[in-house]
Structure formats: structure tokens, C-alpha cells
């Protein structure tokens, strides 16, 4: 019975999951919630944004390298490849769950990324997820775009806020 509750409470933290609930007032005077959910398992992050037209949602998949966002307004997915060395690992986003947000903290980091205009053809490439979350609608590829503001028309981009660790601007017509 001990080895049954002690398998128990190891496959609980193996296949834990972690949930994060935040919402913010916007600067508009608008509500903006966000949630994350974590897979500990499969190593994926979904997270969700709900602000009206502007909502989007997205899968981090830390084992591919990769994520993707399903954006709610320009009724498209894009994928790209993950910057790990920018990106905060499921454990950061984790333990954001627990803190409280810090007014004096520094502002978030962020990535450009250029969309392209071919669409993806096969998106079941990128895995069962990021297929489920971009599944009926069209998908773009996107790539990071270095000193984006010599780079890149700025105009039509997208941003997302990844809880308060990072911002990233999906930048070109998306969807279109």
C-alpha cells in the first residue's frame, strides 16, 4: 500500500501541471487576463491571452524548440523557432505563479519577427501541437529579425506579452 501511494505522489510531480492565472488592467482602461498552463511532461507551454479582438494563443514547445500563435484578429497562426537564450524556461514560469508583480522590476525583453507571406503547408511537421492550436486556419513562418528597427517596417505587427518576461512584435501582413 505505501508503494502504491508513494508511485502515486511521484507520477503527480512527473505529470504535473502548472497553472498560472493573471490579469491585468490595460493602460485603455481595458481587463486583460492571461493563463498558462504547463505541461511538465511534454514540456509544453499554452498560453492564453483574453483581451477582445486582440486575444491570441499560443504553444511553447520547449522539446521542439519551437512556438506558435493562433491570433484571434488576424485569423492566422504563425510558428517560429524558439530563442532560448531570451525565452524564460517552463521552471521561470512557474515560479511566476507564486510572485507578486514587481513595479520597479526592469522591462520586459523583447523580439521581432519577421512573418512570411508563403504559407505553411504541411503544419503537422511542427508536432501534435502546435497543429492542434493552428489547425483550420492559415499559418505563417516567422523569423527573428536582429535590430529590428533597421530591418523591419514596424507598421502591422502584432505584439504579444509573454506574462512580464518577455514582449514579441510578429511583424508583417499576417493573414492577409
Known amino acids: 500500500m505505501k508503494a502504491l501511494i508513494l508511485l502515486?505522489?511521484?507520477l503527480g510531480v512527473v505529470f504535473a501541471t502548472d497553472n498560472i492565472d493573471i490579469n491585468n488592467s490595460g493602460n485603455e482602461g481595458g481587463n486583460v487576463h492571461q493563463t498558462v498552463n504547463i505541461?511538465?511532461?511534454?514540456n509544453i507551454a499554452n498560453i492564453n491571452q483574453y483581451n477582445g479582438w486582440h486575444s491570441w494563443n499560443s504553444i511553447w514547445d520547449y522539446n521542439r524548440g519551437l512556438f506558435a500563435a493562433r491570433l484571434v484578429s488576424r485569423r492566422a497562426c504563425v510558428v517560429s523557432r524558439m530563442?532560448?537564450?531570451?525565452?524564460p524556461s517552463l521552471a521561470e514560469l512557474s515560479k511566476a505563479s507564486q510572485e507578486k508583480v514587481n513595479p520597479n522590476a526592469p522591462p520586459p525583453r523583447t523580439l521581432t519577427y519577421t512573418v512570411s507571406q508563403t504559407k505553411v503547408k504541411n503544419v503537422a511537421q511542427f508536432g501534435s501541437h502546435i497543429e492542434a492550436l493552428c489547425k483550420g486556419v492559415p499559418t505563417f513562418y516567422a523569423q527573428e529579425t536582429q535590430g529590428a528597427g533597421l530591418f523591419v517596417n514596424l507598421h502591422g505587427c502584432t505584439n504579444l506579452g509573454?506574462?512580464?518576461?518577455l514582449g514579441i512584435s510578429l511583424c508583417g501582413?499576417?493573414?492577409c
Do not use: Q
Open 39 to 42: 505541461d511538465n511532461h511534454d
Open 83 to 87: 530563442n532560448r537564450n531570451m525565452v
Open 8 to 10: 502515486a505522489a511521484v
Open 173 to 175: 501582413n499576417i493573414g
Open 162 to 165: 509573454l506574462l512580464r518576461f
